[in-house]
């Protein structure tokens, strides 16, 4: 292995023992399971792995001959390339016809025959099933999946079953499903083009993304663009009913293809073998980062060359190579929600931070023929997103489980390269990228720590952001028992719209006494498990021992482990913890939701009856329960009370919190209103007033929660002197208001004098309850 020194902080990316770094390798190390450096492409232990093909006839119209001619044309026709040491030969007949007679499917994988295994991997590297009546496909893919109808996805299944710590792949298997031939010659065509596709994926080439707008149509695309739409793409254009029609030259390998074979299967040594010819004789190489303003890498961003020859005034009118930054960087950190990541994705990419948003083109073919010399060559390497179909199977970067739009504008740059021997060394040209107005926030002082997690904010909401890479946020809220609350937390793109291309939200719930480290009480088995645009929810009940006193631990992750300052959210906690009065009429009455996370709009239900909803704050919902003669039966003690946002579809539950009583009355005609502080203040000019505090008492002097208040102000100019004849003037009015107000649980409400700054003046406060209360009382500011 060789070293290249490269992105921002003199990154030592590794390179594979075979070759250069390849931005389009299917797989690259990374810890617990590879050995290997972490972040090199797994690449074939040999540079001659043999295939074998079935003896038997692919079906009845394509005899076991013309299915080794197709095999054939779709592997060393397509993938021996001159400047790949890969050399794909045929190694003769497996030893039997492979079917359901001899294969079948265990709980540890399918079954078959000896030499088809790879444990015997020695002597047959790949091994080509000719599945004749469709049954070791449905054993592979589920009965069914053999069907002519399904021939799109499951003409060929490619398996690549060893791949060794050391990044070494050691076996493959390939199933051509006989029931897609037949005979029209298009559907043999169509199965050569698929097991090209599959052929590639074998070797250990990824999907790529040049030239999208081929795929898109949007812009329409040209001959020149469609000559140079990797065979590698990773979603099919369907045309009619053979795909391989759709693109011209389907049996051709496009310079991006050929990119990818030859960067992780170099020709080094010199002279080269029969049919090889040195690998960059006539190809360079680049490379670079795209980052964020912090300084973090930005992957996920898919980096396109265009050529431009030595002197011409425009490049190439098509995109000819591709690399997506972060490809080496691993795609499942894991989080503390859903634990560890596990299989191969645990595995795939190296933890190291260097490679976060490095991109590289491990091979670029020069633009003039050998022997010509235009001088240096040029290339226009741009930044474009990456397609949001392109995840799991069809991935084409780091981000298989779901995509991530690129942060700010997408920018391109002219680099000048000349080709050099790059044998024994050398540095490839380096062109890195910080995008404009890319996100910059990663402010996450404020989230807590799994051992000292930060309280919700009182109102139950607010907005954090995911960074750096494998931030968690923590918080905490107090309940009691007795009841549910949902959390809702709400990926933002940066215009602060719900999306689903940034973070991928997950919430675990622990009892704030669990040991940290475990798995959550409660978990979202998803990110975006809602019906809502980029909404992440989960109801925790709160059982009858409750948890007041130490309250639940709330954990907010990215799914995959990743923070980026482009990872906002927003969180709310729905919790209703309280009704006052607890007790009311058979008739119904005014009663105090208190909790968190409330807005206008939602509905309140008591014993599964619909309340009148009076007015709406974060932490206070007044609504009117109904009378007792409205539920279906006569309550035998308390009921539930429920407050439901029908918007996200969040819900929050108090079990058995409120009860009916004969005798109860609470008649605002009784209600009256006391001054508790804040009268008869005066204060210099630029002084503050200090709010002033009443409650609200029932006939007997207690305090009355939930009740409705109105409040009015003026704020008029202080008095001014009489003239000597005539009527005294009137002082103006220089401000006024009206509000309404809802009493605590302690009957109280805290007014905020109205002040006018600089001037003397006379702030009335009056407020009035029920029926019959009412108090006023009058501050003044001056000299």
Same mark, same amino acid.
């Given at each position: 292995?060789?070293?290249?020194?490269?992105?921002?902080?003199?990154?030592?990316?590794?390179?594979?023992?075979?070759?250069?770094?390849?931005?389009?390798?299917?797989?690259?190390?990374?810890?617990?399971?590879?050995?290997?450096?972490?972040?090199?492409?797994?690449?074939?232990?040999?540079?001659?792995?043999?295939?074998?093909?079935?003896?038997?006839?692919?079906?009845?119209?394509?005899?076991?001959?013309?299915?080794?001619?197709?095999?054939?044309?779709?592997?060393?026709?397509?993938?021996?390339?001159?400047?790949?040491? %890969?050399?794909?030969?045929?190694?003769?007949?497996?030893?039997?016809?492979?079917?359901?007679?001899?294969?079948?499917?265990?709980?540890?994988?399918?079954?078959?025959?000896?030499?088809?295994?790879?444990?015997?991997?020695?002597?047959?590297?790949?091994?080509?099933?000719?599945?004749?009546?469709?049954?070791?496909?449905?054993?592979?893919?589920?009965?069914?999946?053999?069907?002519?109808?399904?021939?799109?996805?499951?003409?060929?299944?490619?398996?690549?079953?060893?791949?060794?710590?050391?990044?070494?792949?050691?076996?493959?298997?390939?199933?051509?499903?006989?029931?897609?031939?037949?005979?029209?010659?298009?559907?043999?065509?169509?199965?050569?083009?698929?097991?090209?596709?599959?052929?590639?994926?074998?070797?250990?080439?990824?999907?790529?993304?040049?030239?999208?707008?081929?795929?898109?149509?949007?812009?329409?695309?040209?001959?020149?663009?469609?000559?140079?739409?990797?065979?590698?793409?990773?979603?099919?254009?369907?045309?009619?009913?053979?795909?391989?029609?759709?693109?011209?030259?389907?049996?051709?390998?496009?310079?991006?293809?050929?990119?990818?074979?030859?960067?992780?299967?170099?020709?080094?040594?010199?002279?080269?073998?029969?049919?090889?010819?040195?690998?960059?004789?006539?190809?360079?190489?680049?490379?670079?980062?795209?980052?964020?303003?912090?300084?973090?890498? %930005?992957?996920?961003?898919?980096?396109?060359?265009?050529?431009?020859?030595?002197?011409?005034?425009?490049?190439?009118?098509?995109?000819?190579?591709?690399?997506?930054?972060?490809?080496?960087?691993?795609?499942?950190?894991?989080?503390?929600?859903?634990?560890?990541?596990?299989?191969?994705?645990?595995?795939?990419?190296?933890?190291?931070?260097?490679?976060?948003?490095?991109?590289?083109?491990?091979?670029?073919?020069?633009?003039?023929?050998?022997?010509?010399?235009?001088?240096?060559?040029?290339?226009?390497?741009?930044?474009?997103?990456?397609?949001?179909?392109?995840?799991?199977?069809?991935?084409?970067?780091?981000?298989?489980?779901?995509?991530?739009?690129?942060?700010?504008?997408?920018?391109?740059?002219?680099?000048?390269?000349?080709?050099?021997?790059?044998?024994?060394?050398?540095?490839?040209?380096?062109?890195?990228?910080?995008?404009?107005?890319?996100?910059n926030n990663c402010a996450t002082g404020g989230d807590g720590t799994e051992t000292a997690p930060q309280p919700v904010a009182a109102a139950g909401w607010w907005t954090g952001v995911l960074c750096a890479h494998g931030h968690t946020a923590w918080s905490s809220f107090a309940a009691q028992a007795r009841r549910t609350a949902t959390l809702e937390v709400t990926a933002l793109d940066e215009s602060g719209l719900a999306t689903t291309a940034k973070a991928m939200p997950l919430i675990g719930v622990w009892a704030a006494g669990d040991a940290?480290?475990?798995?959550?009480?409660?978990?979202?088995?998803?990110?975006?498990?809602?019906?809502?645009?980029?909404?992440?929810?989960?109801?925790?009940?709160?059982?009858?021992?409750?948890?007041?006193?130490?309250?639940?631990?709330?954990?907010?992750?990215?799914?995959?482990?990743?923070?980026?300052?482009?990872?906002?959210?927003?969180?709310?906690?729905?919790?209703?913890?309280?009704?006052?009065?607890?007790?009311?009429?058979?008739?119904?009455?005014?009663?105090?939701?208190?909790?968190?996370?409330?807005?206008?709009?939602?509905?309140?239900?008591?014993?599964?009856?619909?309340?009148?909803?009076?007015?709406?704050?974060?932490?206070?919902?007044?609504?009117?329960?109904?009378?007792?003669?409205?539920?279906?039966?006569?309550?035998?003690?308390?009921?539930?009370?429920?407050?439901?946002?029908?918007?996200?579809?969040?819900?929050?539950?108090?079990?058995?919190?409120?009860?009916? %009583?004969?005798?109860?009355?609470?008649?605002?005609?009784?209600?009256?209103?006391?001054?508790?502080?804040?009268?008869?203040?005066?204060?210099?000019?630029?002084?503050?007033?200090?709010?002033?505090?009443?409650?609200?008492?029932?006939?007997?002097?207690?305090?009355?929660?939930?009740?409705?208040?109105?409040?009015?102000?003026?704020?008029?100019?202080?008095?001014?002197?009489?003239?000597?004849?005539?009527?005294?003037?009137?002082?103006?009015?220089?401000?006024?208001?009206?509000?309404?107000?809802?009493?605590?649980?302690?009957?109280?409400?805290?007014?905020?004098? %109205?002040?006018?700054?600089?001037?003397?003046?006379?702030?009335?406060?009056?407020?009035?309850?029920?029926?019959?209360?009412?108090?006023?009382?009058?501050?003044?500011?001056?000299?």
């Open positions: 292995m060789r070293r290249v020194e490269a992105v921002l902080a003199a990154l030592a990316l590794l390179l594979s023992a075979t070759g250069a770094a390849a931005a389009a390798a299917r797989w690259v190390t990374g810890p617990p399971y590879f050995t290997a450096a972490s972040g090199i492409p797994v690449v074939w232990y040999t540079t001659a792995p043999l295939y074998f093909t079935d003896p038997g006839d692919l079906s009845t119209t394509v005899s076991h001959a013309a299915a080794d001619a197709l095999v054939a044309a779709a592997a060393a026709g397509v993938w021996n390339v001159p400047t790949s040491a %890969m050399e794909v030969a045929y190694g003769g007949a497996l030893a039997e016809h492979v079917s359901s007679a001899n294969s079948y499917g265990s709980s540890s994988g399918p079954v078959f025959p000896q030499d088809v295994a790879s444990a015997n991997y020695a002597a047959v590297q790949i091994a080509v099933i000719y599945d004749s009546d469709g049954s070791v496909t449905d054993m592979l893919l589920g009965s069914g999946a053999s069907a002519p109808a399904e021939c799109r996805q499951n003409g060929v299944t490619e398996s690549v079953d060893s791949i060794t710590p050391a990044g070494l792949i050691q076996h493959a298997v390939l199933v051509l499903n006989g029931l897609c031939t037949g005979p029209a010659p298009e559907q043999q065509l169509q199965l050569q083009y698929q097991l090209e596709r599959a052929f590639g994926r074998v070797l250990g080439v990824g999907w790529s993304q040049t030239n999208d707008n081929v795929f898109t149509g949007s812009p329409q695309p040209t001959t020149a663009q469609a000559l140079h739409w990797p065979i590698m793409h990773p979603i099919d254009i369907v045309c009619g009913p053979y795909t391989y029609q759709c693109l011209p030259q389907p049996f051709t390998l496009r310079d991006d293809d050929v990119g990818a074979i030859s960067a992780l299967y170099p020709v080094a040594a010199t002279p080269a073998a029969a049919g090889k010819v040195w690998s960059f004789g006539q190809a360079s190489k680049a490379f670079g980062t795209v980052s964020f303003p912090t300084g973090q890498g %930005m992957a996920g961003v898919n980096v396109v060359l265009q050529r431009l020859r030595g002197g011409a005034a425009a490049a190439e009118g098509f995109e000819d190579v591709s690399s997506v930054s972060g490809f080496a960087f691993e795609q499942d950190a894991g989080n503390p929600v859903s634990g560890p990541a596990s299989g191969m994705a645990e595995s795939m990419g190296s933890p190291g931070s260097g490679l976060e948003g490095y991109y590289s083109f491990g091979w670029i073919p020069d633009i003039d023929p050998a022997g010509a010399n235009n001088g240096p060559m040029l290339g226009v390497i741009s930044t474009e997103a990456v397609n949001p179909l392109y995840t799991a199977t069809h991935a084409v970067g780091p981000y298989v489980a779901e995509g991530v739009a690129p942060s700010g504008s997408s920018p391109s740059q002219t680099t000048q390269y000349a080709l050099q021997p790059y044998l024994n060394g050398g540095d490839a040209i380096e062109t890195d990228f910080a995008p404009q107005n890319a996100a940290t480290g475990t798995l959550p009480r409660v978990a979202t088995p998803s990110a975006f498990n809602t019906v809502s645009l980029g909404v992440t929810a989960v109801s925790v009940a709160i059982g009858n021992a409750g948890t007041r006193a130490g309250g639940l631990r709330v954990a907010i992750a990215d799914a995959r482990g990743d923070g980026r300052p482009d990872f906002a959210y927003q969180a709310r906690v729905l919790y209703a913890d309280a009704v006052t009065p607890a007790v009311t009429s058979v008739n119904g009455g005014q009663i105090a939701i208190t909790g968190m996370g409330f807005r206008k709009g939602n509905t309140v239900t008591v014993n599964g009856v619909a309340a009148v909803v009076e007015s709406w704050t974060a932490t206070t919902i007044v609504a009117v329960a109904p009378p007792e003669s409205a539920f279906a039966a006569k309550p035998a003690g308390a009921v539930n009370v429920a407050v439901v946002d029908l918007a996200s579809g969040g819900s929050t539950v108090m079990t058995g919190a409120l009860t009916y %009583m004969a005798g109860i009355v609470v008649d605002p005609a009784a209600w009256r209103l006391v001054v508790v502080s804040g009268a008869g203040q005066a204060v210099a000019l630029g002084g503050t007033f200090a709010p002033v505090v009443v409650r609200v008492t029932d006939g007997s002097g207690d305090p009355v929660a939930g009740a409705a208040v109105s409040i009015y102000q003026t704020v008029d100019a202080a008095e001014m002197a009489c003239p000597a004849r005539g009527p005294c003037p009137i002082a103006p009015v220089l401000a006024a208001s009206t509000a309404s107000a809802v009493s605590d649980g302690n009957g109280l409400i805290s007014v905020v004098p %109205m002040q006018v700054a600089g001037v003397g003046e006379v702030t009335n406060v009056a407020v009035t309850a029920g029926t019959q209360g009412f108090v006023s009382l009058a501050l003044t500011q001056g000299p």
